[in-house]
């Protein structure tokens, strides 16, 4: 099995700043890519942003300029540096990893059970 498990959430004003953290365990091959999710109460889940095995990124345009997607590939850890953080921004945030598990060689979708930020005065 492989889970992924998401870390530091949690409360900050408007203005703030905060980092997530999500790490990737178990029977794992190789990593294909890892993003972030978010759902905020009464909306569709949406990507945050997406780093791959080259480090190549992707953001949601809500989060360029703010956020920042990063890697440690040797511990199968991604962040999320959130800057300049809105009311708007608070939704529960997911941790997704597209990795190829060593049993079958095939990859497997994992969602991670979410991390709450809440961004208020």
């Known amino acids: 099995q492989v889970h992924v498990v998401e870390s530091g959430g949690g409360l900050v004003q408007p203005g703030g700043s905060l980092r997530l953290s999500c790490t990737a365990s178990?029977?794992?091959?190789?990593?294909?890519?890892m993003a972030w999710y978010r759902q905020a109460p009464g909306k569709q889940r949406e990507q945050v942003a997406l780093?791959?095995?080259?480090?190549?990124?992707e953001y949601g345009d809500f989060a360029k300029g703010r956020f920042t997607i990063s890697r440690d590939a040797a511990k199968k850890t991604i962040y999320l540096q959130m800057n300049s953080l809105k009311p708007e921004d608070t939704a529960v945030y997911y941790c997704?990893?597209?990795?190829?598990?060593?049993?079958?060689?095939?990859?497997?979708?994992?969602w991670g059970q979410g991390t709450q930020v809440t961004v208020s005065a």
């Open positions: 997704f990893g597209a990795i190829i598990i060593n049993t079958h060689y095939t990859e497997e979708d994992v």
């Open positions: 178990g029977d794992i091959y190789s990593i294909n890519y």
């Open positions: 780093i791959n095995h080259n480090s190549m990124t």
